[in-house]
């Protein structure tokens, strides 16, 4: 039986995950601001379809990118040395999380169903969560979301309309992180694509010892929204 949770209060510890399917902790609580951040805060996550109750996940191992380890291919580069992509940070989050939450396939569903939408959205009323936008002639063509937590960027997903487009976001985010002293981004879980990046899964446990680590530290340089127009 998977255990079931009232409140974030009683999230069980993660190493009592499942091993199959990897990470699955538990389910119930809610999907309050605060239940988000003390899951995070612990190394959890949510993640559940929209015929599922919410489920609770702690993977081991972990997929993390450091910042330092970024990788950027040929490719890319040539794209950034065009310069065909504008750059913000948060002016337009809801737009971001509605593109991110449409299907990949034409039979396919999604994760980020409307409850996580608005879960997500206090959160970024709360300065919690971010988005990273690439636009081109006035209109959104890529990006990314996640949240920010001391100094720990927990990346939730990605979309493009343009090749690269997301990709770029996904540079100025790490050059972000970069001078503003984070140290580590959770990726969740291990993707080919995000290997190409430099990210690598790493034991649960190193995570968890990493993330007590920084998660109470204070954030600094410059402000989200602000970043966008420096």
Known sequence: MIPWIASADDFPPVDTARVEPNGLLCTGADLEPKTIIAAYSRGIFPWFSDDQPILWWS?????????????????????????????????????????????????????????????????????????????RDGKLVGGLYGLALGRMFFGESMFARETDASKVALVALVDKLKRDGFELIDCQQETRHL????????????????????????????VWRSAAQS
């Not at 993977?59 to 990118?65: A, G, N, Y």
């Not at 809801?94 to 959160?123: F, H, Q």
């Not at 290997?195 to 410059?222: C, M, Y």
């Open 59 to 135: 993977p081991d191992p972990r997929m993390v990118l450091f910042p330092d380890e970024f990788k950027i291919s040929k490719s890319l580069a040539k794209t950034l040395s065009r310069d065909i992509f504008e750059v913000r940070y948060d002016s337009a989050f809801a737009d971001v999380i509605s593109a991110c939450s449409e299907p990949r396939s034409k039979n396919g569903g999604t994760w980020i169903v409307p409850e996580m939408r608005a879960a997500y959205a206090a959160l970024h009323t709360l300065g919690v969560a971010h988005s990273i936008e690439s636009w």
């Open 195 to 222: 290997a190409s990046f430099g990210a690598r899964p790493i034991p649960r446990g190193n995570f968890v010892r990493r993330l007590k680590e920084l998660i109470d530290l204070k954030q600094s340089g410059s």
